[in-house]
């Protein structure tokens, strides 16, 4: 099959985010199966114009602020005639709005999640409308084309907004199968209740791994070590990630005179960020809203249970008192209060950490491709074989 996907980035964008890692990882090997992938996606400074990455096309033009007003035009005037089998509109916040200009070739939508008022969190209100509103489009504009998602959460939200659920598959991300430990010393497979690596976990340690921008919250889970401190004064919390409200997260450290209790890490690597998951104890999400979860599906497959909030995206990702605990929104005391429970209850900690690691292995990007060509066959009008 010959496949165009549009996406705002590509894999190599130094602004890549979880979209473009599970586009790269999916498709690169469905490039490897046989299929013919083209990405088209807007320049970045020192990127080629054309490039190959894994078995992947990429054709770049426009800038940030002006990819998705050039796409109709480029795709009319350089890729309307190449035929392909199946149009994909990765939704990363702005739809295209592929069905409006796309008309000889089937629109498939990938969605990892939807925003809704979250906007008004990260952007002014002017332009926070204009992405709500755009948003507001898709159950309109969208009407007939065939939707993957990547959680049960995004799947209600569109039924919600008036898509039909008969159009929409849930296709869960997959983790990199490096990040899986499959060696004894992480636990042993005929004593289910004997510790996972106890000799690699530091006592107290609690990490959060992610961006840090307004939704995410990580203000919320400082002001819960606040109240963790109290009570397990060796606890530590690691935040690894980078994003523009460092600045803002770290006054907040100093005024509630946490300097030794919070670490800010930044960017970590894949062998780092693999180091900080099996040493942690707890792994911490505080969000408004996520897509999926892969970072919860990561810490688990190092044998680390998650404390997250309840809400879309991270209720699919953490099952409530098997891998992880959810607490409410925005409830700094009650995310205190399942972090020092964890912290001061070693054997539950142990059984959610047993069940998290196991349930982890269900997702591979291996599984999340042979899903996704599926989704695109029936797109495409073909058997929905994984031929």
Same mark, same amino acid.
């Given at each position: 099959m010959r496949i165009l996907?549009? @996406?705002?980035?590509d894999i190599? @964008? &130094?602004? !890549?985010?979880?979209?473009?890692?599970?586009l790269h990882e999916t498709f690169s090997r469905i490039a490897a199966s046989g299929h013919q992938i083209t990405l088209l996606c807007c320049r970045f400074p020192g990127a080629a114009d054309f490039d190959h990455v894994d078995g992947i096309e990429i054709i770049r033009f426009g800038g940030k602020w002006t990819f998705n007003l050039a796409v109709p035009w480029f795709y009319r005037r350089h890729l309307a005639r190449r035929s392909f089998d199946v149009v994909i509109e990765d939704i990363n916040k702005i739809p295209f709005l592929l069905p409006w200009f796309v008309k000889? %070739? &089937?629109? *498939?939508?990938?969605?990892?999640?939807? /925003?809704? %008022? %979250? /906007?008004y969190r990260e952007t002014n209100p002017v332009f926070a409308t204009y992405l709500y509103f755009m948003e507001r489009l898709i159950p309109r504009v969208y009407r007939g084309c065939p939707f993957e998602v990547v959680s049960e959460s995004c799947r209600d939200e569109l039924v919600g907004m008036g898509v039909? !659920?008969?159009s929409i598959s849930v296709v869960h991300n997959g983790i990199d199968a +490096?990040? *899986?430990d499959t060696t004894d010393r992480m636990v042993s497979t005929d004593r289910p209740d004997r510790p996972i690596a106890p000799d690699r976990k530091e006592p107290g340690l609690i990490v959060y791994? +992610?961006?840090l921008k307004k939704y995410k919250n990580v203000d919320h889970l400082i002001q819960a070590m606040a109240i963790v401190r109290d009570e397990v004064p060796g606890a530590r919390l690691l935040i690894a990630g980078t994003g523009d409200r460092r600045p803002a997260?770290? !006054?907040m450290v100093r005024s509630l005179d946490l300097e030794e209790a919070v670490e800010f890490a930044g960017y970590v690597s894949e062998s780092e960020k693999i180091s900080v998951l099996t040493r942690a104890e707890v792994a911490a999400y505080p969000s408004s809203k996520e897509g999926w979860g892969i970072t919860v599906i990561e810490a688990n497959a190092r044998g680390t249970p998650v404390v997250a909030t309840r809400v879309s995206g991270l209720r699919d990702a953490v099952v409530d008192g098997e891998t992880g605990l959810l607490t409410p929104p925005g409830d700094r005391e009650a995310m205190a209060r399942a972090l020092i429970g964890l912290l001061r209850d070693p054997e539950e900690r142990e059984r959610l950490a047993w069940n998290a690691r196991a349930r982890s292995r269900r997702f591979t990007w291996d599984e999340t491709a042979r899903q996704t060509i599926q989704v695109i066959r029936r797109a495409a009008g073909e058997s929905a074989d994984d031929r």
């Amino acid at each position: 099959m010959r496949i165009l996907i549009i @996406n705002w980035r590509d894999i190599r @964008n &130094p602004e !890549a985010g979880g979209a473009e890692v599970h586009l790269h990882e999916t498709f690169s090997r469905i490039a490897a199966s046989g299929h013919q992938i083209t990405l088209l996606c807007c320049r970045f400074p020192g990127a080629a114009d054309f490039d190959h990455v894994d078995g992947i096309e990429i054709i770049r033009f426009g800038g940030k602020w002006t990819f998705n007003l050039a796409v109709p035009w480029f795709y009319r005037r350089h890729l309307a005639r190449r035929s392909f089998d199946v149009v994909i509109e990765d939704i990363n916040k702005i739809p295209f709005l592929l069905p409006w200009f796309v008309k000889e %070739t &089937p629109v *498939m939508v990938l969605l990892h999640h939807l /925003f809704g %008022t %979250t /906007f008004y969190r990260e952007t002014n209100p002017v332009f926070a409308t204009y992405l709500y509103f755009m948003e507001r489009l898709i159950p309109r504009v969208y009407r007939g084309c065939p939707f993957e998602v990547v959680s049960e959460s995004c799947r209600d939200e569109l039924v919600g907004m008036g898509v039909s !659920a008969d159009s929409i598959s849930v296709v869960h991300n997959g983790i990199d199968a +490096g990040i *899986m430990d499959t060696t004894d010393r992480m636990v042993s497979t005929d004593r289910p209740d004997r510790p996972i690596a106890p000799d690699r976990k530091e006592p107290g340690l609690i990490v959060y791994l +992610g961006r840090l921008k307004k939704y995410k919250n990580v203000d919320h889970l400082i002001q819960a070590m606040a109240i963790v401190r109290d009570e397990v004064p060796g606890a530590r919390l690691l935040i690894a990630g980078t994003g523009d409200r460092r600045p803002a997260l770290e !006054a907040m450290v100093r005024s509630l005179d946490l300097e030794e209790a919070v670490e800010f890490a930044g960017y970590v690597s894949e062998s780092e960020k693999i180091s900080v998951l099996t040493r942690a104890e707890v792994a911490a999400y505080p969000s408004s809203k996520e897509g999926w979860g892969i970072t919860v599906i990561e810490a688990n497959a190092r044998g680390t249970p998650v404390v997250a909030t309840r809400v879309s995206g991270l209720r699919d990702a953490v099952v409530d008192g098997e891998t992880g605990l959810l607490t409410p929104p925005g409830d700094r005391e009650a995310m205190a209060r399942a972090l020092i429970g964890l912290l001061r209850d070693p054997e539950e900690r142990e059984r959610l950490a047993w069940n998290a690691r196991a349930r982890s292995r269900r997702f591979t990007w291996d599984e999340t491709a042979r899903q996704t060509i599926q989704v695109i066959r029936r797109a495409a009008g073909e058997s929905a074989d994984d031929r």
